[in-house]
């Protein structure tokens, strides 16, 4: 018989919550919705002040919401509370252009009266998406909110994982999911590597007042040093995103607001008649960031933690809203069948459901925009070429139209319209 001492090491069988979620962007909340809508418990933990981001003018960001993602918000509870302050999007119009000159002839319109399935999307601003989720977050019982805290360390062992926060605090759960952004923090505690490449791109970001109304009509101008969108808002307002070349970009971050409108005004041409800045400027440098992996025993990533995509399409938000709802649905389906939700069999489900199409997706945003972003005659003509084709095939169009509703694919059941 051997003598030695068993060493045995005890391991927490008691939660705080079911899931841990870190970061309290825009899907962290929203996967927090979800899953408490179900019944599951979760710990929503952000290294902001709770309010903060919802301060007026705070990122100046504006989001593309496609239909899919909108019914998603709807289950959650939040869409009753966004409907009114969202500008419809009724149509995307694409145009060769450069400086200087009128929009190009040849252009390429979606229209949303030839899906016969209302709006292509709705335009929603971050500051008004983040306080309902916030004010949601803060109505749930079943979670739990621990603001201005950051993550500083995490243990993952056979029952379940633990963390700890800035505080001291610790907080323990059977699942982790790192929502917190292009720098997520709990992917590289959990050594989940990443991949992917600087554009040398930063998108100047702004809301315009213009005279003329938008009719709820999207531009997206492609320029020879990165495409310029024109977002419908609420009103006679619309948001911007222009990509310039990261130098370009500095030196026009420097210039004052009225020399900033001058160099704006020759880009974006007269369409909505005479056009005025409506609040701060802001800047973004764009790069894709994409996780090797999406999970690890316990931990799953979702949104930009997973996948940092390029603006040019305004899929980034879109891409994570379908993390969410895939992450909550296997969640919620593993619950009832009694497995435990953070055994890596779980978990890989969610995974070989999202990477594939959220890594087509990267490169399909990163391809549109090295062959848009340059002036070689020869691409110039191959994509008016290929912007006609499109435009004169109808069948064509509504495919475009289709996925970028976020309609095809195996969409998940909150992006259905459908309750967990
Ligand atoms: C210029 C621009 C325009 C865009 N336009 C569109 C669009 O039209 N449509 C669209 O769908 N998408 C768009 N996107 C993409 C969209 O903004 C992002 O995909 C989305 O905001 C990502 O949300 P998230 O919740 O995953 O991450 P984030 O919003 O980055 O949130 C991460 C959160 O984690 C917290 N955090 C980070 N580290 C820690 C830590 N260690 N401890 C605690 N908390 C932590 C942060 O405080 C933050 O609140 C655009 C992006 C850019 C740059």
Not at 72 to 99: F, H, N, T
Not at 127 to 149: F, G, N, S
Not at 184 to 206: C, H, K, N, P
């Amino acid at each position: 018989m051997d003598n030695r001492t068993a060493t045995t090491i005890l391991i927490p069988m008691t939660y705080d919550s079911d899931v841990i979620i870190v970061g309290g962007g825009l899907n962290g909340p929203s996967l927090a919705l979800a899953l408490a809508g179900a019944g599951v418990s979760v710990s929503l933990i952000d290294g902001r002040p709770p309010r903060a981001r919802a301060q007026v003018a705070f990122d100046g960001r504006a989001y593309a919401i496609a239909q899919a993602s909108k019914r998603l918000l709807d289950m959650i509870g939040i869409w009753a509370a966004v409907k009114d302050v969202c500008q419809p999007l009724e149509g995307v119009k694409a145009a060769d252009g450069r400086p200087g000159e009128t929009v190009a002839p040849l252009f390429l319109h979606f229209d949303s009266a030839e899906m016969h399935d209302g709006p292509l999307g709705y335009m929603l601003e971050d500051r008004h998406l983040y306080r309902v989720l916030l004010d949601a977050m803060e109505a749930r019982p079943e979670i739990k909110l621990h603001h201005d805290l950051r993550l500083t360390q995490l243990n993952s062992d056979p029952a379940g994982v633990s963390v700890t926060l800035s505080n001291g605090e610790q907080v323990r759960g059977k699942l982790l999911i790192g929502a917190d952004g292009r720098g997520s923090t709990v992917a590289e505690r959990a050594g989940i590597s990443r991949e992917g490449w600087d554009y040398g791109q930063t998108a100047l970001v702004a809301a315009i007042d213009h005279v003329r109304p938008h009719n709820g009509i999207a531009h997206q101008l492609f320029m020879p040093t990165g495409p310029l969108a024109v977002l419908p808002l609420k009103g006679n307002r619309s948001s911007i995103v222009w990509s310039e070349t990261r130098a370009n970009a500095q030196a026009i971050s420097a210039l004052t607001d009225d020399e900033f409108m001058s160099v704006l005004r020759p880009r974006f041409g007269d369409f909505l008649g005479e056009i005025s800045l409506a609040g701060p400027r802001f800047s973004y440098p764009l790069s894709l960031t994409l996780a090797r992996k999406y999970v690890v025993p316990r931990i799953a990533l979702v949104g930009d933690a997973a996948h940092g995509v390029h603006p040019i399409a305004g899929q980034g938000l879109n891409l994570g809203l379908r993390d969410v709802g895939a992450l909550a649905e296997t969640v919620v389906d593993a619950v009832r069948r009694g497995e435990d939700i953070g055994a890596i069999d779980v978990l890989e489900r969610y995974e070989s459901w999202r990477r594939f199409d959220s890594t087509s997706l990267a490169l399909g945003m990163d391809t549109v925009n090295k062959l848009f972003s340059n002036d070689n005659p020869i691409l110039r003509a191959g994509r008016d070429l290929g912007m006609g084709i499109v435009q004169a095939l109808p069948q064509l169009r509504r495919g475009f139209m289709r996925q970028a509703s976020g309609l095809s694919g195996p969409l998940p059941r909150l992006q259905q319209g459908k309750p967990l």
